[in-house]
């Protein structure tokens, strides 16, 4: 029988729950839906390049907006995974990452807007951030409509990517066009699906089920296979490993966690996403 402790907690993570559903459902966006660029939204100065290379290469007009791109305050302690990839200036860092992902972006031909918002290792116990928060520096530097927002499914569980997560369904249940896509390296934790990339599986591993604990609470996911599976060719898989490398503080320790596997172009050449139906079921 659980004891008081583990039942406050659960009834704290419920009121947590309802919380954020209701600031969410109050949400009204002040970015706009209509004829213009894809906005593919980045949580951190990287995602876009790992996990949309294919939007990123094509001829439509896209945006990129690296959400959590703050600098933190100067002196600021090293988190961990600063200290990991060998930084111990923060502030020194960020904007070394925001160079590299210049660098990355502009092989693709595209220029990120990048926010002042902090990444969850920077914030600290100070008011958390909401999705209106994302959307208010969204709208003051975005310069008109938007056609379809790209965002994280937020495998893994990053807090950061989970938030942006909750303000891309906001924004679908407005009437945006809302496509998620599969979060590398967290996804990688298990390897692709057969179905992505058409190997064997056996009967022994069942990568669906770990993608489905992370995507339980996405009702407007359509079922987990129904998914777009872009594979880049050879010579775009050559070309998003290139820009990949341009984050150097950052792809050894995401690689090395990743069991080297990204940087094998039989990995990274997929991309995985599903399009949200604001009616839609849960993830199957």
């Known amino acids: 029988m ?7 907690r659960r009834l704290n993570a419920r009121r ?9 459902a109050a949400l ?3 970015i706009v839906a209509g004829a213009g660029p894809t906005l593919v939204l980045s949580p951190h100065l990287d995602d876009a390049v790992l996990d949309c290379w294919s939007v990123l290469c094509d001829e439509a007009p896209a945006a990129v907006a690296n959400v959590f791109a703050g600098v933190p305050s100067d002196g600021a302690p ?4 600063d ?6 200036d923060p502030a020194a860092r960020v904007r070394e990452r925001l160079a590299e992902d210049q660098a990355a972006l502009a092989r693709a031909g595209r220029t990120p807007l990048s926010l002042p918002l902090l990444d969850a290792q920077y914030r600290g116990s100070g008011r958390p951030l909401e999705p209106a928060d994302i959307d208010r520096e969204l709208a003051d530097r975005l310069d008109g409509p938007v056609a379809r927002v790209f965002a994280p499914a937020a495998i893994g569980g990053h807090p950061d990517h989970l938030l942006v997560r909750r303000y891309a369904r906001a924004l679908l249940r407005r009437g945006f066009a809302v496509t998620l896509y599969a979060d590398l390296p967290y996804c990688l934790l298990h ?14 591993r069942d990568v669906d ?10 009702p407007e996911l359509p079922p987990l296979r129904s998914a777009r599976v872009a594979r880049l060719d050879d010579q775009r898989a050559a070309e998003k490993l290139a820009a990949m490398r341009s984050y150097r503080t ?10 080297g596997l990204i940087e094998d172009p039989e990995i990274h050449r997929y991309e995985v996403f599903w399009e949200l139906a604001p009616s839609g079921r849960a993830a199957g």
């Open 2 to 8: 659980p004891d008081a402790s583990h039942i406050l």
């Open 78 to 81: 090293a988190p961990l995974w």
């Open 191 to 204: 390897g692709w699906p057969g179905w992505v990339d058409g190997r064997e599986t056996g009967p022994f």
């Open 209 to 218: 089920a770990f993608w489905r604990s992370f995507l339980a609470d996405v």
């Open 16 to 24: 947590g729950e309802l919380r954020r559903a209701r600031q969410d």
């Open 83 to 88: 200290r990991i990839t060998g930084a111990a």
């Open 28 to 30: 009204e966006p002040r």
């Open 250 to 259: 950052q792809l050894p320790a995401l690689s090395y966690g990743a069991r």
